[in-house]
């Protein structure tokens, strides 16, 4: 029973940083991709950021490209997002997920998400 936990929110003014946690617990961390995604209010989701199971390889959109970094460490099962230079577009709800593929199928976990708030 894979669970993920987000912590790390909170409230910033624009141009200020955070830094965001996902403990993860119940699978096998170092074996699957990891992602964070937001979702705005009143929007939909919006992926930001992933990277691979070795930490080795990311992505990320272009609209946080240069402000936010993905980071890993598997020793400690979790994942981080760093979040730099904030904007106010960039309150939402954040969540991480972790997916594997066996076979044809993809298996997914998410966690509830943790409350990010730029604002003057």
């Known amino acids: 029973q894979g669970q993920l936990v987000e912590s790390g929110g909170g409230l910033v003014q624009p141009g200020g940083s955070l830094r965001l946690s996902c403990a993860a617990s119940g699978f096998t961390f170092s074996k699957y991709w990891m992602s964070w995604v937001r979702q705005a209010p009143g929007e939909g989701l919006e992926w930001v950021s992933s990277?691979?199971?070795?930490?080795?390889?990311?992505y990320s959109t272009d609209s946080v490209k240069g402000r936010f970094t993905i980071s890993r460490d598997n020793a400690a099962n979790t994942l981080y997002l760093q979040l730099n230079s904030l904007k106010s577009e960039d309150t939402a709800v954040y969540y991480c997920n972790a997916v594997t593929k066996v076979g044809s199928r993809y298996f997914r976990y998410w966690g509830q998400g943790t409350q990010v708030t730029v604002s003057s």
């Open positions: 990277i691979g199971s070795d930490g080795r390889t990311t």
